[in-house]
């Protein structure tokens, strides 16, 4: 019933109408002008290589900046999905992650992989590799710039669907990784299957360590990407005891707020200069002791 008024366009304000829906079909519209009015950007957070703790890249994650105040994605991804406006909105995010690598390049500074978020509804109902290709060309981006990012918490079913397409981004050189790795469906036989670089351990697996549970999760995850040689790395690592933790069980790369929190461009070039800078320094110092 609440559907049919829904399509009719009209009823909106009927009472029966819960809540939620109205409340959905609002944000849905926001959405829509949101991408024509510019109000969607991206952050970028560094991911820190485990042995040499330089960055090696980072994940860009959208924001909202509406005129009313900011909205987080777990608020608005969800709506964006099940309306497909995802669609829209990803090819978007795409172009401004190519763009800002092209500006990066054009200061002469280098940020490493750009890992970019991609919905399972982005894969089946949009045309991601095209995308892809086309901020590839337009940005003249090296195919390994891009990394994409695909949640676990995608049915098994809609795995084998969209494979071909991991497939087709993987031959054309993007990177892949499996996002919150741990709390979704990937049974251990179809890992093996997909074209996958990179296991991203879930953030919950981390905050709860050294808890007995999520350290043997965590072990657990290190050693099956390991055997299929993927690249592992932990997402949403607040303090130097769990790096340690998750560096003593062969974790690769590490993420999170012990390093940086999300970034503007211009505070992860700085970030990126900082560490080069004091990595020099340390190197003086050291010539200068001898
Ligand atoms: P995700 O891809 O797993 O992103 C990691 C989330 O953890 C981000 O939240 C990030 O800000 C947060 N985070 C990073 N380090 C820490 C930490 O040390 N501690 C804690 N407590 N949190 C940390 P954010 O930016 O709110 O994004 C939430 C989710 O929204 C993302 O989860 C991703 O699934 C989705 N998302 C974000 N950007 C995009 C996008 O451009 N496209 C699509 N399709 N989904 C996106
Ligand atoms: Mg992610
Ligand atoms: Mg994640
Ligand atoms: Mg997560």
Redesign the pocket.
């Known amino acids: 019933h609440a559907k049919q008024e829904k399509l009719s366009g009209i009823e909106v304000f009927d009472p029966e109408l819960d809540k939620k829906l109205l409340e959905n079909i609002q944000m849905e519209k926001k959405i829509s002008s949101g991408i024509k009015n510019n109000e969607f950007f991206?952050l970028y957070?560094p991911k820190i290589d485990a042995s040499t703790e330089q960055p090696v890249g980072c994940?860009?994650?959208?924001r909202w900046q509406t005129p009313q105040g900011s909205i987080?994605?777990?608020q608005f991804?969800p709506i964006a999905e099940e309306s497909k406006q995802?669609i829209p909105l990803?090819t978007k995010?795409m172009h401004l992650a190519g763009e800002q690598i092209a500006k990066w390049r054009e200061q002469h500074f280098t940020p490493g992989h750009v890992a970019?978020?991609?919905?399972a509804v982005?894969l089946l109902h949009g045309d991601v590799y095209g995308d892809y290709q086309d901020v590839v060309e337009r940005y003249n981006l090296s195919p390994g710039e891009i990394q994409i990012?695909i949640?676990e918490s995608t049915t098994l079913q809609q795995l084998e669907l969209i494979t071909p397409m991991l497939t087709q981004l993987r031959d054309a050189g993007a990177t892949i990784a499996i996002?919150?790795f741990g709390t979704g469906y990937s049974s251990l036989s179809y890992l093996k299957e997909l074209p996958v670089t990179h296991l991203k351990l879930d953030?919950s697996f981390v905050k709860d360590l050294p808890e007995s549970d999520a350290l043997a999760i965590a072990k657990a995850i290190s050693g099956l990407g390991h055997a299929l040689n993927l690249i592992i790395i932990a997402?949403?690592?607040?303090t130097k005891e769990q790096a340690s933790y998750l560096k003593s069980l062969g974790y690769d790369q590490f993420?999170?707020?012990?390093y940086a929190?999300?970034l503007q461009p211009e505070q992860y070039s700085d970030f990126l200069n900082r560490i080069s800078q004091n990595d020099n320094q340390a190197i003086t110092d050291t010539e200068q002791a001898v």
Not at 59 to 62: D, F, I, N, S, T
Not at 235 to 238: A, L, Q
């Open positions: 991206l957070q994940e860009a994650l959208v987080f994605p777990d991804i995802i990803g995010i970019i978020n991609v919905s982005q990012e949640t996002d919150d953030r997402e949403g690592v607040e993420q999170g707020y012990l929190k999300p």
